[in-house]
Nanobody, 122 residues
Framework: QVHLVESGGGLVQAGAFLRLSCVAS????????MAWFRQAPGKEREFVAG????????IYADSVQGRFTISRDNAKNTVYLQMNTLKPEDTAVYYC???????????????WGQGTQVTVSS
């Protein structure tokens, strides 16, 4: 029901910044929670940030709190992840996903994008 496409990943040095975008198709976009997850090599997919349909409710993983900011523009069917002060530990494939509710668990998200690679060098 929802198609998600991420973009904005790349190779940067530690301390740099990137902004990821996720464009969603589907008439129910504004009714969905949107979130970002990431998966590093050899690790399980983990929650990064989530945002409610209003854009007021936001949650973040402790590891990115204060550095990353999630936002959405429902008129453009787009969710963003502004990533500042990037660290090598942030290296992963980043995925956007949608859910009926704001949670931190992979199992609660029904729709996923294809992922975009973020690599942070030391």
């Amino acid at each position: 029901q929802v198609h998600l496409v991420e973009s904005g990943g790349g190779l940067v040095q530690a301390g740099a910044f990137l902004r990821l975008s996720c464009v969603a198709s589907g008439r129910t976009f504004s009714n969905y929670v949107m979130a970002w997850f990431r998966q590093a090599p050899g690790k399980e997919r983990e929650f990064v940030a989530g945002i409610t349909w209003t854009g007021v409710g936001k949650i973040y993983a402790d590891s990115v709190q204060g550095r990353f900011t999630i936002s959405r523009d429902n008129a453009k069917n787009t969710v963003y992840l502004q990533m500042n002060t990037l660290k090598p530990e942030d290296t992963a494939v980043y995925y956007c996903a949608s859910s009926r509710g704001l949670t931190r668990y992979v199992r609660d998200y029904a729709y996923w994008g294809q992922g975009t690679q973020v690599t942070v060098s030391s």
